[in-house]
T-cell receptor, first 111, second 118 residues
């Protein structure tokens, strides 16, 4: 079983719609990072959340870390075709400092 | 801003050959991580180094070894290559580790090395 689970795995929406991606776990994380990855390239960091209940905004993207630091969400408002890509959540457990990834959400925004 | 540099970007090897991947972290970053990403899969943690010492070990095969040098760059050495080793190999770097107060463990990834074993 995967330590960190992301949902949905695939999402296809029309330009202008809103969407939310979820990242859930039964484990507590010291921090959680969201990345976006293009095919054949390295994950690019979007945000790091550290404090339970923390909310961070990056233009049309809103990231939230659960109060218990076990889950996180990414909400995109008024999605644009340029948002198309693979979104990855990754957590750092309290017991170590390696990243555990959540499986990814492949988003397609149609014009 | 300077990013993580990896070389080579592409590498083609035959079975049973050896390969060396190099990673140059962001300046002043002292922690390096190696990940392997197969087709359609998440990056999987292999190994990490903090201040030239191995700090964590993941699913790294015994045929692989790695080290971090005094200038903080790291090399991943892969021997007796198998077809299943074909993947993208990413290096990431961070400043400090969770063990240091104030560290957020944020890891910045390099562009990756695509290894193809024929």
């Amino acid at each position: 079983t995967q330590l960190l689970e992301q949902s949905p795995q695939f999402l296809s929406i029309q330009e202008g719609e809103n969407l939310t991606v979820y990242c859930n776990s039964s484990s507590v994380f010291s921090s959680l990072q969201w990345y976006r990855q293009e095919p054949g390239e390295g994950p690019v960091l979007l945000v790091t959340v550290v404090t339970g209940g923390e909310v961070k905004k990056l233009k049309r993207l809103t990231f939230q870390f659960g109060d218990a630091r076990k889950d996180s969400s990414l909400h995109i408002t008024a999605a644009q075709p340029g948002d198309t890509g693979l979104y990855l959540c990754a957590g750092v457990e309290n017991a170590g400092n390696m990243l555990t990834f959540g499986g990814g959400t492949r988003l397609m925004v149609k014009p | 801003a300077a990013g993580v540099i990896q070389s080579p970007r592409h590498l083609i090897k035959e079975k049973r050959e050896t390969a060396t991947l190099k990673c140059y972290p962001i300046p002043r970053h002292d922690t390096v991580y190696w990940y392997q990403q197969g087709p359609g899969q998440d990056p999987q943690f292999l190994i990490s180094f903090y201040e030239k010492m191995q700090s964590d070990k993941g699913s790294i095969p015994d045929r692989f070894s790695a080290q971090q040098f005094s200038d903080y760059h790291s090399e991943l050495n892969m021997s007796s290559l198998e077809l299943g080793d074909s993947a993208l190999y990413f290096c990431a770097s961070s400043l400090g580790t969770r063990r240091i107060v104030g560290s957020t463990d944020t890891q910045y990834f390099g562009p990756g090395t695509r290894l193809t074993v024929l």
